[in-house]
């Protein structure tokens, strides 16, 4: 089974002019829903698709997820552990709960590169995730720290986005 962890893709700067009365309402911008879309289509017709999406339930992640579902048909849960300081031993539950399925975390920066770091055996590793790119963690068995192999990183850039 795979782990997809995606950092939210493209939203306002914090402190612009919005609507929001916060950082957690803030949302994507209408350019960075129309790429992320296109990055989503692309990993969807490579192969990604989660069947669970799990995703902070702050708005611009989930925008992200929904636009992920979109592409894969995935169901979405909002799980606060994936809120900016990401707790990472709930997601392993909730992921394990979920045995033989795809699944997908979406949540913030610097805790993607955190979380990917620690599911691939090495928490003191540095991994860039910039706005609306997904790595993917394969796993032979259950979802544990350490256990997973890094299959690829991928970035709107590199996907010509």
Request: hydrophobic content about 40%.
């Amino acid at each position: 089974m795979y782990l997809y962890i995606a950092r939210h893709a493209w939203a306002g700067h914090y402190g612009d002019d919005g609507p929001w009365d916060d950082d957690s309402q803030r949302p994507l911008t209408t350019e960075g829903i129309e790429r992320y879309r296109r990055v989503v289509q692309q990993l969807a017709d490579g192969g990604m698709r989660p069947t669970q999406i799990a995703t902070s339930p702050y708005t611009r992640c989930r925008q992200t997820a929904d636009l992920i579902a979109e592409a894969s048909g995935g169901e979405i849960k909002e799980l606060d552990a994936l809120a900016i300081g990401s707790d990472l031993r709930p997601l392993i539950e909730w992921s394990n709960r979920h045995p033989g399925q795809d699944l997908c975390w979406v949540g913030h920066n610097p805790d993607v590169g955190h979380l990917a770091a620690a599911m691939i055996g090495d928490s003191a590793s540095r991994i860039r995730f910039a706005k609306g790119s997904v790595t993917a963690i394969r796993f032979y068995d259950a979802v544990e720290v350490g256990a997973g192999e890094l299959y690829w990183h991928a970035t709107a850039k590199l996907l010509g986005v």
